[in-house]
């Protein structure tokens, strides 16, 4: 008698607005990975889910070619964080899974089972030659090149014995977020990252895991040198400057539930966390946390602290000057908000126009950024935004000869470091805003606060000294976005063409109960070669 088949829905790394439905000769479970086909095109998918009744006659509905043993399945914990992304950033659940699962990730886990084949052949060789007769000699090497074999086998395939015995990870009893109520809690200052040193003890003490995330590699590096030297081999580090290699070692210690700190940019919200405590977001006003291209277009805090909640894992944010998404969030007593041990550093506005009119320019240097420097002993820093460097660098020697002076982008200052400068002036910090719009006030307090990392004397020249002055707070520009319904007190979601990324429409949409019939009311007359881009940033 011939088997019944089940059906099942299997997501392919392709943009569709629907879950193809496959037969296969026995049960599977979500998560599972599966070769199908699609067009006259393999690929490697995983099950979404069981379908009972499929809507389409089962002489349609084609077979699966077979079951990758061989891959490391999907966590269930994965599957909820791709539902979330694609249902709040609008894009299909193939996107997320591509991103979550790149091409290359894919091929470092085959490479992996070809590896583990081909160790498992030779281990059965050995075995053999085990079995043979010989000298005493023989037997002791023959036994340690089996032993060997058996621990770089054991190396490869932790994860999947876990995955066999259904744990994914100790029982949640959410003692740590207890302490605050269970809501993500914020540490303002200049010196916040000690503040999140003893969570990760905790969270590590008890054999657990731990997801540090900064915006960008720079801040990784800077990060890493914080933590290195206390929690040693116990980090890991995850980002696009890592080898494939390098990557898959880590998601093969976190899939196997072992106990580790891992450090990352946005991309390592996509590991597969079997144990997660905590989760810390550095820096979490950064626009860079911001996805782009392409889809899923999602913003790695919000997406950081969804993850968080499906782990049932405390949450931590850190800024110098937070975001206003965070601040409201904070008045809205949604957030916690932990005592300011260091307040926001402050900068000397230098007013462009002010010194143009009474000829208190030289070049691209102010009067009063001259006499600063002329007074300061150390090296400085001169962050360039529409000047040549070149020309700049010719300047700044003539009117400074025999000193230090030193030229960066604002990327080059993230990614390197100030070098111990005594100053740093921002020779026109309106280049440094990318967009005159709502957000630009916001933008100027948070670049002032990340300067302040970086040197102990700031000085900005700028054509809006208002903009740079402080003298608005941000509770000052939190009430203006609530007056002329901006966000984060509305939602923005906006219509871009495909390609180009040309905005088409803007919808400002109320954080009330009909966001989720709004939002899907725009998908669903999306018009051909354009997307939806939630909660941009630029």
Partial sequence: MAAVPTYVQVLLPVKLRWIPTYAAPAALEPGQRVCVELGHRRYDGVVWCRQERPELPPERIQPILSVREDLPRVTAEELRFWAFLADYYLCTLGEVYKAAYPLLK????????????????????????LSGKHNERVIQRLTAERDALLAEIAGYCHSERSEESGSFGKPQDDKDGARDGGKPQVRLGAAHREAFLPAIREALAAGRQVLVLTPEIAFCDSMEAFLRPEFGP?????????????????????????????????????????????????????????????????????AAIALAGIHGARVLLGATVPSLETLLNIRSEKYALAPVATPAPRAEVIDLAAERRKNGLVGNFSRKLIDAVRQSSGPVLLLRGWEKPEALQEEADTLFPGRDIRIKTLAALK????????????????????????????RA??????????????????GVPARFSGERSLDDLLAERQQFGFPPCTRLVELRRQGSGEILERHFLPRDRSLAARKADLVSRLAPNTYLDVDPLD
Avoid: C, W
């Fill in 415 to 442: 990614r390197e470091g100030a070098d111990g400068a005594a100053i740093l002036a921002v020779m026109q910090a309106d280049a440094l805003i990318s967009r005159d719009d709502f957000r630009a006030d916001e």
């Fill in 106 to 129: 894919t091929r470092s886990e085959q490479t992996a089972a070809d590896i583990l084949t081909r160790l498992q052949a030779r281990l059965e060789k050995k075995n053999q030659q």
């Fill in 234 to 302: 116990q980090l890991q580090l995850f980002h696009s400057g890592r080898t494939p290699v390098q990557r898959r070692h880590t998601a093969e210690r976190l899939r196997s539930g072992v106990s580790a700190l891992v450090l990352g940019t946005r991309s390592a919200l996509f590991l597969p966390f079997r144990d997660l405590a905590l989760v810390i977001i550095d820096e979490e006003q950064d626009p860079a946390y911001k996805q782009t291209e392409p889809a899923p277009r999602y913003h790695g805090r919000d």
């Fill in 445 to 462: 307090a948070q670049l002032l606060g990340t300067l302040g990392l970086f040197a102990p004397h700031i000085l900005v020249q700028t």
